[in-house]
Each structure stands twice: as C-alpha cells, then as structure tokens.
C-alpha cells in the first residue's frame, strides 16, 4: 500500500518537472513490492521519461533492460546504446557492462582494444569487476601487451575489496 502512494507521489511531483521522480516510479515498476507487482513493461516506459532529462542512471537501467529482455526483447545493441550514454556520463557500472559486452561481442564484434578502454574507465572509478577484468586482459595479453606486474596490480585492488575471483587469479600469477 506505501508503494502504490509512493507512486501517486511520484506522479504528482513528476507532472510538476520532477524528472528523478520518474526514475523512482520507474524503479518501482522493475523491483515490485507489497501492492505493486513487478510490471517490466511500465518499468521500461517510465526509464525512458527519466532518460529524456538525460539522468545516467535512467540511462543504465535502460542498458539493463535491453540486455536482459525485460519489459522488451533481448537486444544487446540496444543496450549497448544505453550504456554508452551512461558511461560517457561517468557511470562505472555502464563503463564496465560496456567493457564486458566488448569483451564478449555482444551486440558488437568482438574487440578486447575497446573491452580494455571502457574496462580502465570503470576500474579508475574503483568498479572491482572492471578491475578484475583488466587483470585478466593484462594476464592473458588481450587487447593489452601481456604485462603480469600489471595484471597482479589489478588483480590486488580488486581483491582489497573482496572479489574472491581475484584471490585464486592471484595464487595463479
């Protein structure tokens, strides 16, 4: 019952210019909760009315949305769009799906120069995933000379924060 008043809130303040309201409704939506059932689909509508007032976070769960199939069809070009849009407004989060989307070729050919790049970005921000990952790249050479002092540094700050991936990468170097 909150929720659904959260949400009559929200509407209200929304109509009155409040744009970060429209990405509350929208979270609203994509989570569900007592009185309000998940509904993927008015999630995805309500992101897009928080991405025209171009809020990064609007921006990534719309990436989220389209990579996953949610309240759309899986489209990872898409979602690389959305995430691009984030990143390039400092979003680590979206730096790094972006660097793992690269990585994969995903929604894209795959180009480990492109993963290393949106990577490092999200890993300078302290995103421990992307630090994992660029310890991988620098372990392995991909997209990056095969540099192992390089790939331990890495790998450390990521498990300074408790990515247990990184401990065993580490045991391996």
């Not at 897009?48 to 069809?73: D, Q, S």
């Not at 490092?120 to 302290?126: L, T």
């Not at 997209?143 to 331990?152: F, L, N, T």
């Amino acid at each position: 019952m909150r929720l659904l008043l959260a949400i009559r809130w929200y509407r209200e303040a929304a109509k009155q210019g409040d744009y970060y309201s429209k990405l509350r409704i929208a979270s609203i939506y994509d989570r569900g909760g007592p009185g309000v059932p998940q509904d993927s689909a008015a999630a995805i509508r309500w992101y897009h009315k928080a991405a025209e007032h171009r809020l990064p976070e609007a921006y990534f769960f719309l990436g989220e949305m389209y990579y996953e199939g949610r309240g759309t069809p899986q489209d990872y070009a898409e979602a690389i769009r959305w995430y691009r849009e984030a990143a390039q407004r400092y979003d680590a989060d979206a730096q790094s799906r972006l660097g793992a989307m690269y990585y994969k070729g995903q929604g894209t050919p795959q180009d480990y120069v492109e993963a290393v790049r949106w990577f490092r970005k999200a890993a300078e921000h302290g995103d421990a995933d992307a630090q994992f990952w660029l310890g991988r790249m620098y372990s392995e050479g991909q997209g990056v000379p095969k540099h192992c002092a390089e790939a331990i540094r890495w790998y450390r700050k990521t498990a300074q924060q408790g990515h247990a991936e990184s401990h065993s990468s580490l045991g391996l170097m």
